[in-house]
């Protein structure tokens, strides 16, 4: 199947900077750009693969583009990426079968192996390229595409037999292909028609182990190398032939990865080191280290100008002229792609890449940190603490956080440095009976008097509270929760505090009366989650409070509801709402809120509308009251890489949402805002409007829910509306659907009652 897309702002002859302003409903991806797999030369830039996306270096400026499914590509995990200089095309292959082809200005996605029947792993593992064909070598065997129609032409299964075996590479020398296999090296005249058959594919035996699997193969000046990799002895051996006897060329200590020619030389990319031959027995250039690093190169090609390009798997892209001095060339990105938790405020958006297995036992992940700020990402990772599950930021001091770890405490921070480390020994926090200093952290929470509250499992008294003054309390609140799990801790617009207990079905919520010191004052009630059909829920996901006090829980059956929560501490009734979407179809029938999916996370934006993430269905936005359904994001519809979001958040004051996947994070810019307390701070973008621009126009920095009347100068209405959160959004046409003329527009804001207003302008070009 043969997918067509039109890229305006492809990689020929224009990518869009990934740093510009992000507009209203635009994708950008925070992906690892890291952990480099392949490089390609395509004349005037140097394309390198990660394993989540591409990246382009244009040399003449040195500048740096991202290309991932934001840009466009189909899928993710790449598997290599090579350019046919003589078609002029850029395959991009992935590990499920799937693949791109980018030429001029069009991405043509051909997802036939993806979609086929063939058991096992699809693997597209490298490319030849003869003339207009493409020798595709796969993880079932050859398949052969046919570049100029962008078809499959024939498919090679060439085991015992006729089975499937996987095949690392093709070379061609003298007519003859030969395919570096799971089990020996085949070979065939390209001109046999019957190719297809197995049998006229014969296996090499005169080279010492013609039995053993062979990854990589290519021809150089008329002689082909081929690597024979062995996972025994960790030793791998280069061997070469014209087309006759086969002699021993190289060893490495370590796979090889790769091999590729260039000007002259084999370079042999092996698992910490290069290896640059001329001839055989001493390599002419061998690398070990960068000069300021370790090396892991899984790819290297010299460009026409003799430049060395490395792609290494632990340093991005390298580039060197004189195979002495390294360079290292990477986009911004966190570090590695992996999303437990995410956290915004302060314009900033911090990330912590821990978890917990199924039993809620541990990961042992090293403390993984990562925060955008002014749009560059920076990380920390500490491996002396394990299992990251929250982050806080201090309310009045940005770069202040706080972070809770399973089974290390609480730590405390100042940007990347470690202020301090809470456990058993220097606070109230207590450690389990399962060892020594197992001190389990999971929820944290700033007041609105600045006390960090965090919830402690396992323990006698699982409740902690630090005071501004760093005086430290926990609660015992009558032997109630003593023992158990205990998730996310939230406040509500009240004071009361929640606590999940996600591994019993139950809630607890309690009050210190502003009092942390004084127990005698505090009131506290646990309850079971049970919905309004008598249905009882085990597992709570995620807890969060909304902008009118209601308590959102996600669980394994759809989110659930609580209203009027002030109520329920005192006493009130504590059973939960599903909520009910009607049908609208003259059956006057109900169905509840995304029942048939797992919650597994939720945020709540500036105009109070939901954002929930799946575990297989992707992102939902619903409407205040979840019964209107405004936007889903998946896999199939969106740049989204997985169905599977691990989370979400939500910055406030751009609108931009930050979803977490296995694969890593991407973001989008939504439409609400939070409300300001003044109008200090409105501006308009873009202003002004051009006449090429067909997008939203953003009005923000405005009070919540204000009234926004749009006129001409002469002060005919154009356009009216209530802004959501603190962000009104035009598309440039007048009450009639038309689009607006040349000229100055005026804004005129208000609160609900009319007590606070403001002005501003618009300059519209048509």
Request: aromatic fraction near 12%; glycine fraction near 10%.
């Amino acid at each position: 199947m043969k997918k067509i897309f039109l890229l305006f702002f492809i990689i020929f002859p224009l990518i869009q900077p990934a740093n510009s302003q992000l507009r209203i409903g635009e994708w950008r991806d925070h992906y690892p750009y890291r952990q480099s797999i392949s490089v390609t030369d395509v004349g005037d830039r140097i394309f390198c693969a990660t394993e989540k996306a591409l990246f382009f270096l244009e040399k003449s400026d040195q500048s740096i583009e991202k290309f991932s499914q934001v840009q466009g590509l189909s899928d993710i995990r790449i598997s290599f990426i090579k350019y046919s200089l003589e078609n002029h095309i850029l395959l991009v292959a992935y590990q499920n079968g799937n693949m791109d082809l980018l030429q001029e200005n069009k991405l043509i996605n051909l997802s036939d192996i993806l979609r086929s029947a063939i058991t096992g792993k699809k693997t597209i593992n490298d490319a030849l390229f003869v003339g207009n064909l493409a020798y595709l070598s796969c993880d079932f065997g050859i398949i052969v595409l046919d570049l100029d129609k962008k078809e499959f032409k024939d498919t090679y299964y060439i085991g015992n037999n006729g089975d499937p075996m996987p095949v690392y590479g093709l070379a061609l020398l003298n007519q003859n292909l030969y395919a570096a296999t799971q089990s020996g090296i085949l070979t065939a005249d390209i001109d046999d028609p019957l190719l297809i058959d197995y049998n006229h594919w014969t296996k090499i035996k005169n080279i010492p182990g013609y039995n053993r699997k062979f990854n990589s193969i290519l021809t150089m000046e008329n002689t082909i190398y081929v690597n024979q990799t062995s996972t025994s002895n960790g030793i791998d051996s280069v061997f070469n032939s014209n087309g006759n006897q086969w002699a021993f060329f190289a060893q490495t200590k370590g796979i090889n990865h790769s091999l590729t020619s260039g000007n002259g030389r084999l370079f042999i990319s092996s698992e910490k080191s290069l290896s640059i031959y001329k001839n055989p027995g001493t390599p002419e250039y061998y690398i070990d280290n960068y000069g300021w690093g370790g090396i892991e190169p899984w790819h290297a090609i010299v460009d026409e100008d003799e430049t060395l390009w490395i792609a290494d798997h632990k340093n991005t892209l390298i580039k060197s002229r004189d195979y002495k001095s390294f360079e290292r060339i990477a986009p911004n990105g966190p570090y590695f792609s992996s999303v437990f938790f995410i956290h915004s405020n302060h314009n900033t958006t911090w990330i912590v890449g821990g978890g917990l297995n199924n039993l809620w036992g541990n990961l042992w992940r090293n403390g993984e940190t990562y925060w955008l700020k002014d749009g560059i990402w920076e990380s920390n990772i500490n491996n002396k603490v394990k299992d990251f599950l929250r982050i806080i930021s201090h309310p009045a001091e940005p770069d202040h956080i706080f972070i809770s770890s399973w089974g290390y405490g609480l730590i405390e921070m100042q940007g990347k440095e470690v202020l301090n480390i809470y456990d058993k020994n220097n606070s109230t926090l207590q450690s389990t009976s399962y060892g020594e200093n197992d001190v389990r952290v999971f929820g944290l929470l700033f007041d609105r008097n600045n006390n960090l509250w965090m919830t402690n499992s396992l323990v006698d008294k699982p409740v902690s509270v630090k005071t501004p003054a760093g005086d430290w309390k926990s609660y015992w609140f009558g032997g109630k929760i003593k023992g158990l799990t205990l998730g996310d801790i939230i406040e509500t617009p009240y004071g009361d505090k929640w606590i999940s207990l996600s591994r019993s079905g139950s809630l607890f919520i309690f009050n210190e009366n502003n009092t942390p010191g004084d127990e005698s004052d505090d009131i506290y009630r646990k309850i079971s989650v049970v919905d309004q059909n008598g249905k009882a829920y085990q597992d709570i996901t995620s807890l969060v409070a909304d902008l009118d006090g209601n308590i959102w829980i996600g669980t394994k059956h759809g989110p659930l509801v609580y209203y009027s929560s002030s109520g329920i501490l005192n006493g009130g009734n504590a059973t939960a709402q599903k909520v009910k979407i009607p049908r609208n179809d003259g059956s006057g029938l109900a169905d509840y809120l995304l029942s048939t999916e797992e919650i597994t996370s939720i945020a709540v934006d500036g105009a109070n509308r939901k954002w929930f993430g799946t575990r297989a269905a992707g992102v939902f936005l619903f409407s205040e009251d979840g019964t209107q359904e405004i936007l889903r994001f998946n896999k199939e519809n969106s740049p989204l890489p997985t169905n599977w979001i691990t989370a979400i958040a939500i910055n406030q004051e751009s609108g931009e949402v930050f979803f977490g996947t296995e694969d890593g994070t991407l973001s989008y810019r939504g439409t609400a805002t939070a409300g300001s307390d003044e109008m200090n701070q409105v501006y308009t973008f873009p202003n002004p409007v051009r006449e090429d621009y067909r997008g939203p126009i953003t009005i923000t920095g405005l009070v919540g829910q204000a009234n926004v009347k749009i006129t001409d100068i002469s002060g005919n209405l154009v356009f009216e509306t209530e802004s959501l959160g603190g962000q009104a959004i035009w598309d440039g046409t007048n009450t009639l659907g038309e689009r607006v003329h040349t000229g100055v527009y005026l804004v005129f804001i208000s609160n609900s009652d009319g007590s606070k207003t403001f002005i501003t302008k618009i300059l519209f070009i048509h």
